[in-house]
């Protein structure tokens, strides 16, 4: 099965920088795609097709995807960020699915 | 502006069914993909289905294939997941969201979800 990891939780301080992992064999040649997501709230995509930004993302938030690697890259860190981040990827060579990581408990010390 | 609003749960015993409802608005419905995510109590998100723009084409997710079936009406800018036969661990906020944009013959399934519904918790105990 196609299976996305990330690690459970990330913490950082207040303007420092958070990298929030998302590995499986080459995904870099797939598209990801990475999700914030807050308690009682709707996710909200943050980065699309591994490093564009939805119009509102702020340019703190950044994207890249190599090799079997792809990264969320979140600077200058605010309080606001703390959220559950997901990447997700289209598994089209397995019966068309749409695949999400476990998901990343970012903490802001 | 683009809104999604889902509705339909509740509480259901297991083994019987449910049928949730997301209304669109904002945007021409019949031209995207359209998604149903969910996210058990604690747990992450999970894809369950797509329908294409047309309705031609459904995909699901191997925990709900043969249980739930998605569909949409274009005339009512409407999308809907049937869900029958359901266990405890189908409990869960249900999310609908917005898939790829289909024009002129070009589309891409792969497309992010760019916007979602608040959710409507769908709780299955006896």
């Known amino acids: 099965s196609y299976v996305l990891t990330q690690p459970p939780s990330v913490s950082v301080a207040p303007g420092q920088t958070a990298r929030i992992t998302c590995g499986r064999n080459?995904?870099?040649?797939?598209?990801v795609h990475w999700y914030q997501k807050k308690p009682g709230q709707a996710p909200v995509v943050v980065v699309f097709d591994d490093s564009d930004r939805p119009p509102g993302i702020p340019e703190r938030f950044s994207g890249s995807n190599s090799g079997n690697t792809a990264t969320l890259t979140i600077s200058r860190v605010e309080a606001g960020d703390e959220a559950d981040y997901y990447c997700?990827?289209?598994?089209?060579?397995?019966?068309?699915?749409?695949?999400f990581g476990g998901g990343t408990k970012l903490t802001v010390l | 502006q683009v809104q999604l609003v889902e509705s339909g749960g509740g509480v259901v015993q297991p083994g019987r069914s449910m049928r949730l409802s997301c209304a669109a608005s904002?945007?021409?419905?019949?031209?995207?993909?359209m998604h149903w995510v969910r996210q058990a109590p604690g747990k992450g998100l999970e894809w369950v289905a797509i329908i294409w723009y047309d309705g031609s084409k459904k995909y699901y997710a191997d925990s709900v294939k043969g249980r739930f079936t998605i569909s949409r009406d274009n005339s009512k800018s409407t999308l809907y997941v049937q869900m029958n036969s359901l266990r405890a661990e189908d409990t869960a906020i249900y999310y609908c969201a917005r898939g790829y944009y289909y024009v002129s013959g070009t589309y891409s399934p792969g497309d992010s979800f760019d916007y979602w519904g608040q959710g409507t918790l769908v709780t299955v105990s006896s």
């Open positions: 904002g945007f021409t419905f019949g031209s995207y993909g």
């Open positions: 997700q990827v289209w598994d089209s060579n397995n019966g068309h699915l749409w695949v």
């Open positions: 080459n995904i870099g040649s797939e598209s």
